[in-house]
Structures are given as structure tokens and as C-alpha cells.
């Protein structure tokens, strides 16, 4: 792993912004030169719209668009273009098979979701329930923070259609065991679709598609390094191809005219309008400075810096800490959420953003998974590579500090 | 830097005005801000139109409940139609230091619990 001082200068904010801590890359993540650098050149230098154009700058925006996908497929271990869709976000993503599935629900059918869910991954579910008038069941979470494939087969039955499940909680930040919860399901209920939200998880460990044999697997760009505005759908060919296509428009029609109107095939039946051009591309030169890093290096880096973040936090706060989830480090994507006694998480995330400290508090869009806790609020630190001790150092020290103000 | 934490609102928050409950209020209300827990509860007993007592109760940050501390020394006497024309501005004057959009959120708790109380009786 190159040094954080290395690391920092390949980041044009932090030139900027030389004393900033931040700690909030599981709500997005800083963007490197590189990717910045690739955008403004398509803006630049051959701003065209995509598939459209006959002309050299319209064939140069699309060969770069259609290169971007290449790279997300490669990254994912997906097999065909047809298996990467863009989307403006993971939540879009969602919505798309959670709207493109409906025609295939009726009453006295289920859908299954986990407790721990972001809301983009647990409302959509909820509105196509309530649409089909098929019932929705959330299945708890194990209270180190994953999901048990025994606690969610329980929930499962024939008239099941679909579990939505994440990979990492955004909260809790610990790896659920995909591969092995979606080869129990499937052992009982082979038809059963699975969406994967990876959100938490691309960028930090490993995603094979191929190996997790997920039907749908989604994520968004800006929390690899990447802009906002773009995001993945991506899956079996099979499955996507069960998509009836609902963000209908210019790009995704062979023949609108005909009574019946006919789609194209996947990637851009399911991708209407002019899509995030420049997003696409910065996401794939995202992608690429990632693997100039290596996925296992990166990950390694964030067990680390989380294994001493918790140490840290515990030696120094004991019994006025609560860790959310395991503290076992190695089950960790660089997240920690925790519940500090004395001080609100709204105001320590406040004090400590008065120091320059960036952390998230709130219920980070997953109530379920707060109410299941019976709290309020929680403060959640997400540590990235542009991390290291020193940030850490500073964050129990600012800590300490905002702990004094309120006693 | 320039702090939220002013002393004036810590002190709000360390000691509350007006905590509590009243034993026969004549209005009621209560509010929450399901995204991070801040709770408000407030008594107030109207004598001849205006707030003769309030006291408000609850649990959260500390701007969602030095704000319910502030806005019930203001209102305390006020006549009840005032106290529904009272606006966002209000709190902000009351809290004194610029909010950001979050903590708008959690300043206002305060006055939408007691505009609330004010039209249920």
C-alpha cells in the first residue's frame, strides 16, 4: 500500500483542505484526480451524446461509455456488456427490478427483506407489497451485526418471489455471508430471486458475481471513488431479462410506433434517456485506480486502521461506549457506528465537525435497524484509505473534547 | 472556529426552564424527529387566552431540547393565537447562532410541539 501522504496528494481535497478528517466515506467517498481528470476531459474534449451521433465526437463519447462498462464487468466478474446496467444510483437500481418485477406478484405472495437494510433497499419492497398486495417479511439480524442463512430461510416459503438482502450494513459494517446465505436459500427454494445490495461492500472486499450467484446485484459509483449520479444493476443475464422495462424513453426502442412497442435488448432496454455519460466514465476510471491498488490491499488497510479505531474507542471511553456489532475487525469494511453516554450523536457529530472531523450521526436511512435496537440515533466513523492512525488519533482526542462541553 | 455550543444554549440544556409536567393541563402535545430520536412533550394550561404555565419534557440532542427551554421562557404569558403565529425565525432568534439545515430540524421540534398542544385542547 502506498503511504497516506501518497495517498492524500492523489486527492485534489485534501490540497484544499489540508486539516480535514474524514470519516463519513460510507456516505460517499473523496474522489481522486484521476477520476475528476477523466470527466472534465469528456466535457471538454468530446462532450456527445452516446449511440445516438454519426459524427467522430459522438462515436468517441459512446467508445468511452461503452469502455467504462467493459471495466465494471471486469470488476464484478460479470460475463456479457448485457449484464451491466447504469443507473443513477443504487436506490435506482433497485426501484428498476423492484418495478420490473411487478407484473409477476399477486396477492398471497411474499417478499422477504432483513431488518438491517438501508431504506433504499427495504422501501421499494415495501411499495411493491403494498402495490401487488403481496406481504412483506423482514427478518432479523444477529446482534454482531450480519445476517444468519438460517434466520432468513426461516422466513422463506413457496409463495417467497424475492429476497432483498445486503451484503455489509451500512450501520453495522460487518460482512454478511453471501455466497453461503444464497447457496442455502437456493438449496431449499431454487427459483427464488436474490438482489444483493453491495453498496457497502464494492470497493472494500472482493464482489464475484459468478460466485455469489446472486440473480441481481447493485451499487453505486460514488462510494467507490467515484461521482454521484451513477450507479450498477447488474446480475444473471437470465434474470435482468425478467425486467419489463419501466423507465421507458428515447434509447431503449427498436419500434414505438407499433401498437406494440418493441424494446431493445439488455443493456439499453433498461437504461432510458441520456445516461450519466461522464458519471459512467469517471466510475470506470474509479475502478481502475482501485485495481491499481488491489481490492486485498485496500481491504487489509481498512481491517487495520477499524482494528485500532476500536481498540482506541474502548480503551479510552470503557463502559461509556457501545460498539454497534462485532468488534472483531476482520468481519469489518472500515465501519463503526457506536452510542457514546453523555452526548447526543447529533452533537458530538456537530462538535467534532467543528474540528474538521467529518463523521455521520443520525439513524443513517435504516430505522428499521434502529428500532429493532431500540435506539434513537447512533454516530458511525468510515474509515477509507486516505486514513490512517493520525486521523484516528485525532478523532478520540476531538472526542474527549466535545465529552468535557456536556459534563 | 465558531461554536453552536454557546453558553447560553448549553446552559438551556443543563438546566432546562419549564421542565416537567403539570398536573391539569388544558392543552397537550407532543412531537418527534424519527430520524435521530429528539422527543418533545409539552402541558400548557391557557387562562383567558393566554399560557398562564408550560412545561416541556423529553429526551435528544441538546438544540431539540435548549430550544423547548427557550421557546417556553418566550411564550410564558403569550396569548394563544400569538403563539400559533410564531415562526421558524422565532427559534432561530431564541437559539442565536445560525443552524444548519439538520439542526433546523431539531431546533424546530420545539415549536411544532407547542403549536400543536395549542390547537388540540
Redesign the interface.
Known amino acids: 500500500m502506498q503511504t497516506i501522504h501518497h495517498i492524500k496528494k492523489q486527492f485534489p481535497i485534501f490540497e484544499n483542505r489540508p486539516d480535514l478528517v474524514y470519516l463519513d466515506s460510507a456516505a460517499t467517498a473523496l474522489k481522486p484526480e484521476l477520476v475528476l481528470q477523466s470527466m472534465d476531459e469528456y466535457y471538454r474534449n468530446y462532450s456527445a451524446n452516446i449511440s445516438r451521433g454519426l459524427y467522430p465526437l459522438a462515436e468517441c463519447a459512446t467508445t468511452a461509455f461503452e469502455a467504462a462498462r467493459e471495466k465494471v464487468l471486469r470488476f464484478i466478474h460479470a460475463e456479457s456488456p448485457a449484464q451491466v446496467i447504469f443507473t443513477a444510483n443504487a436506490t435506482h437500481a433497485i426501484n428498476l427490478v423492484a418495478l420490473g418485477l411487478e407484473e409477476i406478484f399477486s396477492p398471497g405472495m411474499n417478499i422477504v427483506v432483513t431488518s438491517l437494510e438501508h431504506h433504499s433497499n427495504y422501501l421499494p419492497w415495501k411499495e411493491l407489497a403494498k402495490r401487488t398486495k403481496a406481504t412483506l417479511r423482514v427478518a432479523p439480524f444477529h446482534k454482531d451485526g450480519f445476517l444468519e442463512p438460517q434466520e432468513l430461510l426461516k422466513h422463506l416459503d413457496n409463495q417467497t418471489r424475492i429476497v432483498a438482502f445486503s451484503a455489509v450494513s451500512n450501520v453495522f459494517g460487518v460482512q454478511s455471508p453471501v455466497e453461503e446465505i444464497i447457496k442455502i436459500l437456493r438449496a431449499k427454494y431454487p427459483e427464488v430471486l436474490i438482489l444483493v445490495d453491495a453498496c457497502q461492500a464494492v470497493g472494500h472486499i472482493e464482489v464475484d458475481l459468478l460466485k455469489w450467484d446472486a440473480d441481481y446485484v447493485v451499487f453505486s459509483g460514488h462510494k467507490l471513488f467515484g461521482p454521484t449520479g451513477i450507479g450498477v444493476l447488474t446480475g444473471k443475464e437470465a434474470s435482468l431479462k425478467l425486467l419489463s422495462p419501466k423507465n421507458v424513453g428515447g434509447g431503449t426502442v427498436l419500434d414505438a410506433c407499433s401498437t406494440e412497442t418493441r424494446y431493445k435488448k439488455l443493456p439499453e432496454n433498461l437504461e432510458g434517456g441520456t445516461p450519466n455519460i461522464a458519471g459512467a466514465i469517471g466510475l470506470g476510471t474509479a475502478i481502475e485506480f482501485i485495481e491499481s491498488l488491489g481490492i486485498d490491499a485496500l481491504h487489509q488497510h481498512e481491517v487495520n486502521l477499524t482494528k485500532l479505531l476500536i481498540e482506541a474507542l474502548t480503551n479510552t471511553f470503557g463502559d461509556t461506549i457501545r460498539i454497534l456489532g462485532t468488534t472483531e475487525s476482520s468481519k469489518r469494511v472500515g465501519i463503526v457506528s457506536f452510542i457514546l453516554k453523555g452526548i447526543?450523536?447529533?452533537?458530538l457529530a456537530?462538535?467534532l465537525g467543528?474540528?474538521d472531523i467529518s463523521v455521520r450521526?443520525?439513524?443513517h436511512c435504516a430505522?428499521p435497524l434502529?428500532l429493532a435496537m431500540e435506539?434513537?440515533?447512533s454516530t458511525r466513523v468510515s474509515l477509507s484509505l486516505y486514513n490512517d492512525e493520525q486521523d484516528i488519533e485525532k478523532l478520540i482526542s476531538a472526542i474527549k473534547k466535545a465529552l468535557i462541553?456536556?459534563h | 472556529?465558531h461554536?453552536?455550543?454557546q453558553e447560553n444554549l448549553?446552559d438551556h440544556y443543563r438546566n432546562p426552564r419549564n421542565w416537567g409536567s403539570l398536573p391539569h393541563p388544558t392543552h397537550r402535545g407532543s412531537a418527534e424527529n424519527?430520524?435521530?430520536?429528539?422527543?418533545l412533550e409539552v402541558d400548557i394550561d391557557v387562562w383567558h387566552d393566554k399560557i398562564k404555565a408550560i412545561r416541556f419534557r423529553g429526551?435528544?440532542?441538546?438544540?431539540s431540547q435548549a430550544s423547548a427551554s427557550l421557546l417556553s421562557e418566550h411564550v410564558l404569558g403569550m396569548k394563544k393565537e400569538d403563539v400559533l403565529s410564531l415562526t421558524k425565525e422565532t427559534t432561530f432568534k431564541l437559539v442565536g447562532v445560525p443552524l444548519s439545515p439538520?439542526?433546523v430540524k431539531?431546533a424546530l421540534l420545539s415549536l411544532e410541539t407547542l403549536q400543536q398542544a395549542v390547537i388540540n385542547s
Do not use: I, N, W
Request: charged residues 15%; proline residues 5%; negative net charge.
Open positions: 447526543h450523536p447529533h452533537d456537530h462538535l467543528e474540528q450521526a443520525g439513524e430505522s434502529h435506539l434513537g440515533a462541553l456536556f | 472556529m461554536t453552536l455550543y448549553l424519527p430520524t435521530c430520536g429528539d422527543k429526551s435528544g440532542c441538546a438544540v439538520v439542526r431539531c
